[in-house]
């Protein structure tokens, strides 16, 4: 089955600096990739996906990257706020239709 | 309300209670899921079922029985509770198709004593 790494657990940055979460997965049929926010005592709600057609995709002050061939994807958000902090997970979706999960990275913006 | 739900919001239980951890969702998605939620662990699988009446094991579903009898609920009930058990417990449901998006519940943070 799938297998998502992702690094760091925890980031702290300082309010406007840039935040960059990597995941890797080993599943080469996975071919989606969504981001999801967990704020604290809340449920994860999805920010952003990728499919793999797609080598990058943006949204305002975030933005996904995936290359295929390492398989790697990374979320970047720049122009960090306070109301960015919160536990952000990455998820490799393949033919099987079930979201394979990383570990979680806790992002700290300090105003 | 549509949407998908999670009752109860918070358990506390004895060691070797059966409890039932309810999930309900109004959109008819194929697709739901079990998964818990524990520092350090992330959200892992335990089980999951693509349609009524079809379910099937995830990363950690030993201690946890499920069933879908209907569409719209998924049970997951734990036969004899064990501290190990203490987690946030997340339901989540999927249209059925990779690339789409799954929606959580609100959560059920059960804590066994």
């Known amino acids: 089955g799938e297998n998502v790494e992702q690094h760091p657990s925890t980031l702290s940055v300082q309010e406007g600096d840039s935040a960059v979460i990597k995941c890797t997965y080993s599943?080469?049929?996975?071919?989606?990739f969504p981001w999801y926010k967990q704020e604290l005592g809340k449920r994860p709600q999805l920010i952003i996906d990728?499919?793999?057609?797609?080598g990058e995709k943006k949204d305002q002050r975030i933005a996904v990257t995936l290359n295929k061939t390492a398989k790697h994807f990374s979320l970047h958000i720049t122009e960090t706020q306070p109301e960015d902090s919160a536990v952000y997970f990455c998820?490799?979706?393949?033919?099987?239709?079930?979201?394979?999960f990383g570990r979680g990275t806790s992002l700290i913006v300090h105003p | 309300d549509a949407g998908i739900t999670q009752s109860p919001r918070y358990k506390i239980t004895e060691t070797g209670r059966q409890v039932t951890l309810m999930c309900h969702q109004t959109?008819?998605?194929?697709?739901m899921f079990w998964y818990r939620q524990d520092l350090g662990h992330g959200l892992r699988l335990i089980y999951y079922?693509?349609?009524?009446?079809?379910?099937d094991k995830g990363e950690v579903p030993d201690g946890y029985v499920v069933s879908r009898s209907k569409t719209e609920n998924f049970p997951l009930t734990l036969e004899s509770a064990t501290r190990s058990q203490t987690s946030v417990y997340f339901c989540?449901?999927?249209?059925?198709?990779?690339?789409?998006?799954?929606?959580f519940g609100q959560g059920t943070r059960l804590t066994v004593v």
């Open positions: 990728i499919r793999s057609n797609v």
């Open positions: 599943d080469s049929a996975s071919n989606y």
């Open positions: 998820a490799g979706v393949g033919g099987s239709y079930i979201p394979t």
């Open positions: 959109w008819s998605h194929s697709y």
């Open positions: 989540a449901s999927m249209y059925q198709g990779a690339d789409t998006e799954a929606f």
């Open positions: 079922s693509a349609a009524a009446d079809i379910t």
